[in-house]
């Protein structure tokens, strides 16, 4: 959904969309790092679920958003290399 959210022609739904959808998957994977007790990345996710937080939105320019977009999309995918390792994607007992 961020690498889509840099496409300009996207109707203003889809950002509000997009807020509900990441700002809970930043959530868990916080979540799940804090289990890891990976404390950087909590800090990292939890920081970056707050700037997708759909209830006080944040309201910035089209270019600023570019540019969180990309780093939200480098976040997740560190945090999947950073945390597969601890067990971020297998089931829990």
Known sequence: MLLWALYPENPYGYYILLRWIVCPCFIYTALKASKQGKKNMVWILGVT??????LIPL???????????????????????????GGLYEPEV
């Open 49 to 54: 679920a707050a700037i997708y937080n759909p």
């Open 59 to 85: 309201h910035l320019n089209r270019e600023l958003w570019s540019v969180l977009n990309l780093a939200g999309i480098g976040v997740g995918a560190w945090s999947v290399f950073i945390l597969k390792k």
